[in-house]
Structure formats: C-alpha cells, structure tokens
C-alpha cells in the first residue's frame, strides 16, 4: 500500500519488506514495478529475499521520503498532506 502513496513517512523503528515472496507469491497491484520505479536497481534485493528493511536503508533506499522519529509520523504525515491541499486549487476557484 505504501508504495501507492505519493509521499512516505515512516518511523525510525519501521520495518518494511515483502514477506510473501517468502511464500513464493509475487506482489500484487504492481508491486514489483512501482517499487522499481521509486528506487531503481536497488528495489530488487528486498523484493527478492523477503528480507525486511529498517528505517534507516528505507530512507537510503528511497523508499520513504521522510524518516522521524516514532512520535512525529503523524504530524508529519498530516504536515504533507496540509502542504499538498494548499496548493490544490479550491472548488470554489474553479
């Protein structure tokens, strides 16, 4: 779900990863492809081995485009989406 999102924000002691490959399912809704058009070449490796990854690679990886601590996800998710409606035009303006 998270690769659908426009913006990502994530906590330092998120773990993120596919665990279903470990299963031999392949990830639905595109997964593959969105996660390789976010993060290129590198998108593979955690795709591939199920193996999850920390805060700290998801943000290197580019994965997510904010890393805060714990606390300050929710405010700074609602931070991005108050910064993105204000520069949507308003129903009223159209």
Same mark, same amino acid.
């Given at each position: ?11 330092? +002691? ?75 035009? +308003?129903?009223?303006?159209?």
């Amino acid at each position: 779900m998270a690769l659908a999102a426009d913006r990502r924000v994530a906590g330092r +002691s998120v773990k993120m990863g596919f665990p279903e490959v470990k299963r031999g399912w392949v990830g639905g809704d595109g997964a593959s492809q969105m996660l390789r058009r976010i993060v290129g070449g590198q998108a593979m490796r955690p795709f591939v081995t199920g193996e999850p990854v920390d805060g700290e690679e998801a943000y290197r990886l580019g994965l997510v485009e904010f890393l805060v601590d714990d606390t300050e996800v929710e405010p700074t998710a609602r931070a991005c989406a108050d910064k993105s409606r204000a520069t949507a035009p +308003s129903r009223h303006s159209l």
